[in-house]
């Protein structure tokens, strides 16, 4: 769970919640969810980019941190889109939040706990040209 750049206004609560699940061991998620994070058998690599005054972007931050919490096998970064713009150039995110799932598949804005959940778990799924 690593959050890079200035976790300013909004960002700094979803920080500041993700950090009080891993000190408490419990990543608050629904047990909808938990169920299926438990289902994990590969890593998960979560590479998210967000604006840091923005609710929505705050809202994707804590789940992204949340979920790292709840498996090992799960890794999420967050990313500061204005802090870190090569980067963003490098994976062609220039809008945020943007999620990319171990590099390879987006997930635009920031949907619900659950459907969020399963677009990330869906790019683990093999599909004839290799993994999602």
Request: net charge negative; aromatic share 6%; proline share 6%.
């Amino acid at each position: 769970m690593r959050f890079h750049g200035v976790p300013g206004s909004h960002s700094l609560q979803a920080l500041v919640e993700a950090l009080h699940a891993a000190s408490a061991g419990d990543s608050g998620l629904r047990a909808e969810t938990r169920a299926r994070i438990a289902e994990l058998r590969r890593p998960l690599g979560l590479r998210s980019f967000v604006l840091s005054a923005s609710p929505v972007s705050a809202r994707l931050s804590s789940l992204v941190l949340r979920l790292a919490v709840e498996s090992p096998l799960v890794t999420s970064e967050v990313f500061s889109l204005h802090d870190f713009p090569a980067l963003a150039a490098k994976y062609g995110i220039e809008s945020a939040p943007r999620t990319l799932v171990n590099d390879a598949v987006e997930i635009r804005g920031a949907p619900d706990e659950i459907e969020f959940v399963e677009e990330a778990l869906g790019a683990l799924v093999p599909r004839a040209d290799g993994y999602g």
